[in-house]
């Protein structure tokens, strides 16, 4: 917010609008600087005339004057629009976690590289409260990890559905039960999904996961009274 002229001949001046922290970090960069001749690299925040807080990175080299005196050549890049971009996506991205980590769900993301390996790449907090694993568990594996709860034509059931997203490019849903250990009801998911074929040829798919229990067990029981 200061005129050039204002600046030169005024190192003190210009300094002082930085904020302490910053300003200490920063001397004590360009003090080592002057003595090993090392490149000055460093963020700094400064309190500009109309008192907005700016970013700014600092790039300068060292040199010296015919007093041998050290003289610094460099550039200060604006970073504030940056900084707050980056603020307002991780603020965004704390909200959509806030939401997704109370969802009665889970919410998946799994995919199949081009040599076939498979590997969820996103699990919602979710997943422990239907299936009984932890998200961090099962991050980095194989769908194939859930298996031993599925029976043999559920598992064939799932696979097909999978494929049959990727190909026709349409959500699929199928609904499938969970025989989990140490529990003698059987507990229902209904699973939605969406796939698609990356231009480099691995497959994606992303979903949800909902407990379709209490539905299912209506079901039965309105069946049963007919």
């Known amino acids: 917010g200061r005129a050039v002229a204002e600046h030169l001949g005024d190192a003190e001046g ?8 910053d300003r200490e970090r920063l001397l004590t ?6 003595q090993d001749g ?22 300068a080299n060292v040199s010296r004057n015919a007093e041998g005196e050290p003289l610094w050549t460099g550039v200060l890049q604006d970073m504030t ?7 307002a996506l991780a603020d965004a991205r704390s909200r959509l976690e806030d939401v997704i980590s109370n969802f009665p769900g889970t919410v998946w993301q799994l995919k199949r590289d081009r040599a076939g ?9 979710g997943l ?11 991050l980095g594996q194989a769908s194939s990890i859930f298996y031993p ?5 559920d598992r064939a059931r799932s696979r097909r559905a999978l494929e049959l997203a990727v190909e026709s490019r349409q959500p699929v849903a199928f609904d499938y039960c969970l025989n989990l250990p140490g529990q003698t009801q059987t507990r229902w998911v209904r699973v939605t999904a969406t796939g698609r074929r990356e231009p480099d040829g691995e497959l994606v798919w992303n979903g949800v996961v909902l407990d379709a229990t209490e539905q299912k067990t209506l079901e039965q029981d309105l069946r049963r009274a007919r």
């Open 81 to 87: 629009e940056r900084r707050r971009l980056e603020a």
């Open 14 to 21: 210009t300094l002082s609008t930085l904020l302490e922290e």
């Open 128 to 138: 422990a409260r239907i299936t009984g694993f932890p998200a961090e568990q099962v």
């Open 38 to 59: 090392s490149m000055v690299e460093q963020e700094v925040r400064l309190q500009a005339a109309d008192g907005s807080l700016r970013h700014l990175l600092v790039r």
């Open 149 to 153: 709860l599925l029976t043999d034509e």
């Open 117 to 125: 390996r498979e590997f969820f790449t996103y699990l919602s907090e």
């Open 29 to 34: 960069s360009l003090a080592q600087s002057a």
